[in-house]
């Protein structure tokens, strides 16, 4: 994809990614509420949204790959689209099954816009400033929820639920607008050429740039001389200095080292998230009734709005890896206070705080990573992947740590979680760090 596309293209997708995740929001904290209101059990609340987010996760696969391919434009008009249809389509509903095929159309929209719109802020900003970019958009996601959860509210209270998802539409429908009006070009896939050296490139630079290895140019420069004697000259120096600089290329924090930490430790937060969601709340009630427990997830969500952009700034000027164990460390510490309530119930304000920064600061800078490593024609991919790593471990979590505290306790669970998170990911990036230093 093209970059440095300009503020104005930047400022739409802001706008179709302030819409999206609004109407997005709304549906998902309501959907459940109405599904009982037409007179469905707890069972099917909990099942639409398994059904939604496991089809995304599938979806994801062929969306990714095809907007590497073909452009990030179609996939975001795809998916605001089906927002646009959906959300009017969940007010007509009168039964079960009608509100789990309106999920299923709406579940398309899940998987083609986020990740192929957070793809076209990154070719759409300064390489320099993609980490910020990327910040700032996921902080709109945030601003969104805070403003779709009460405002949605105040519709279901005063018109009810046809109305209040029709609203829904129409705030997705001004989305597809703003994204219609995206330049093409800033979507694009990147010619052939230039995705052969972003490909040869993304994997090998230990600092995230863009740049030809000494053995790229010297065939470029070996292609246009116009003769096999030149071509085989340059090859060969090229591959004595690849093989002078390649101590260098293969620095901790290469390509594919880095990647493979931006997942796990996405992976690895979205469960921890997962449990914090799930449970902290109640854990805390119990454990301290004289503290505010409603406060815990206030306070995680403004520790979202603190860390999105500081977390994508912290991508742009230090090693990347880094920046994201080290926010996944921040969220354990959090756990780890949470498992403390009992004891010290003025540790609830700390704790919401240090899991909001630490989750949302490890999503947003692993993102980011991904953006500034991946090839031209992988970034919409891995991005999908690494959406399906935060769906798929806070759609695990229920169950595996609703059974581990049956076994061990809540305490003891928080504080395990809760320190492991603090280990697991430096120890990902020490290993990731030394394994191409062991192989160079």
């Known amino acids: 994809m093209e970059k440095g596309s300009g503020r104005g293209t930047l400022v739409l997708l802001f706008a179709a990614g302030f819409c999206a995740y609004g109407c997005n929001h709304a549906c998902m904290i309501y959907v459940p509420l109405y599904v009982v209101a037409l007179g469905g059990d707890l069972l099917q609340a909990g099942l639409q949204a398994t059904v939604f987010l496991a089809l995304a996760v599938v979806l994801r696969f062929v969306v990714g790959p095809w907007a590497d391919r073909r452009g990030a434009k ?54 320099a400033r993609s980490g910020l970019a990327l910040g700032l958009y996921r902080f709109v996601s945030s601003v969104a929820l805070m403003v779709a959860a009460p405002l949605m509210f105040s519709l279901v209270t005063a018109v009810g639920y ?63 001389s116009g003769t096999q004697r030149d071509a085989a000259e340059a090859l060969r120096g090229a591959r004595r200095e690849d093989l002078a600089t390649s101590v260098t290329a293969r620095m901790p924090g290469d390509g594919r080292a880095a990647v493979v930490v931006a997942l796990a430790v996405t992976l690895l937060s979205a469960l921890g ?14 454990a301290a009734p004289e503290a505010n427990a409603g406060m815990l997830m206030a306070l995680v969500g403004a520790g979202g709005l603190i860390a999105n952009p500081l977390a994508g700034w912290l991508v742009d000027r230090r090693a990347a890896s880094g920046v994201v164990a080290a926010f996944a460390a921040v969220m354990g510490a959090g756990v780890v206070l949470v498992a403390a309530l009992p004891m010290l ?32 024609g992988r ?57 191409p230093a062991a192989a160079a």
Not at 89 to 106: K, Y
Not at 113 to 123: D, E, I, L, R
Not at 409 to 415: D, I, M, R, T
Request: charged share 10%.
């Open 379 to 435: 970034r919409a991919s891995l991005i999908s992947q690494q959406q399906n790593a935060v769906d798929v471990g806070i759609g695990v979590s229920g169950l595996l740590f609703g059974a581990l505290i049956v076994a061990t306790g809540a305490p003891v669970l928080f504080a395990l979680a809760g320190f492991f998170l603090v280990v697991a990911p430096l120890a990902f990036m020490v290993l990731a760090a030394r394994r």
């Open 74 to 127: 179609g996939p975001m008009l795809l998916g605001l689209a089906a927002y646009v249809v959906g959300a009017p389509l969940l007010g007509l509903c009168h039964d079960f099954a009608a509100v789990l095929a309106v999920r299923c159309l709406q579940a398309v929209g899940m998987a083609a816009f986020f990740p192929c719109a957070m793809a076209a802020v990154s070719a759409a900003s300064a390489r």
């Open 345 to 376: 119930p003025a540790l609830l304000a700390g704790a919401g705080l240090l899991v909001g920064i630490g989750y949302f600061g490890a999503v947003t800078s692993a993102v980011a990573l991904l953006a500034k490593r991946a090839p031209e």
């Open 273 to 286: 998230y997962g449990l914090v969601t799930n449970f902290a709340t109640s854990f805390a009630e119990a």
């Open 162 to 224: 046809g109305v209040a998802f029709a609203g829904c539409g129409v705030l997705a429908a001004a989305g597809l607008l703003c994204a219609a009006l995206v330049p093409a070009r800033c979507c694009r896939p990147a010619g052939s050429e230039g995705e052969a050296k972003g490909t040869r490139a993304g994997w090998r630079s230990a600092s995230g740039e863009d740049a030809a290895t000494p053995a790229d140019e010297a065939r470029d420069a070996a292609a246009l």
